[in-house]
């Protein structure tokens, strides 16, 4: 009878190498989705089923800023690289300016490019479909009531813990301007027509389906006047 020896168990080296292999792969997918999911078509109005892509898969493009400009402007969206910032405890790297995407904004937007991604999405599949069922009409721009980078702690906290504003991985939206001049805000639409609130809670709750953190007037009165979004803090939607 032939006795075929054991197999060595992989060195160190190998391991390693496979890891690295493995974490280029889920990288590379997550990319492919990226891109697949921006560069499809947008949603039928009614339709306002959660992508395919998971914030987890979002949240990979915070530390990959440059696989998620290429799928941002791959898909006929377009970012441009910014200059680090350095600023204490706070600051970031590898960040982008949004200079086109499905809507403009009131301010430019230069955020981590995982929070832009988050954004395009949210713009695409959340923002528009609920805009047209709710209110009737187009959004011709988005308010920012808060920059996505600001050196600050966490509003209505006392512990003094910063801000995912301080990582340009959050950003506040304050309105939204339609195509006809009509301005629905969040300090005013919350609890204003059904129509807007509709459309409100319609763009909150949507929101969590591509952001981590999501907070609105519902969660405390820091945020009465803005919807907050960021992709790194607590997971939590309210």
């Given amino acids: ?24 792969g889920l990288a590379a997918l997550a990319l492919l989705m990226l891109m697949l999911l921006i560069g499809a078509p947008p949603p039928e109005e009614a339709d306002l089923m959660p992508p395919a892509l998971r914030v987890s898969e979002l949240q990979r493009f915070t530390v990959d800023s440059g696989a998620c400009r290429a799928a941002l402007n791959g898909a006929g969206f377009k970012t441009e690289r910014i200059p680090d910032v350095s600023e ?8 982008v300016e949004l200079t086109q995407s499905v809507h403009p904004y009131s301010q430019t ?3 981590n490019c995982g929070l832009a991604a988050g954004l395009v999405l949210w713009e695409r599949d959340v923002v528009t479909p609920a805009a047209r069922r709710y209110l009737g009409q187009d959004v011709e721009r988005i308010q920012v009531a808060g920059a996505a980078y600001q050196c600050r702690p966490i509003a209505g906290r006392r512990d003094r813990r910063l801000s995912e504003h301080a990582h340009a991985n959050a950003i506040d939206i304050g309105g939204f301007t339609l195509a006809n001049g009509r301005e629905v805000t969040v300090e005013r639409g919350w609890r204003g027509t059904q129509a807007e609130r509709n459309f409100l809670r319609a763009v909150r709750n949507g929101g969590c389906r591509h952001f981590v953190t999501v907070l609105s007037p519902d969660y405390n009165r820091a945020h009465r006047d803005h919807l907050h979004f960021d992709m790194g803090g607590d997971d939590l939607c309210r």
């Fill in 109 to 111: 937007v230069a955020a």
């Fill in 88 to 95: 204490g405890a706070c600051g970031y790297r590898g960040a």
């Fill in 1 to 24: 009878m032939r006795i075929i020896g054991s197999i060595p168990p992989p060195s160190k080296q190998e391991h390693e190498r496979a890891r690295i292999w493995a974490a280029s």
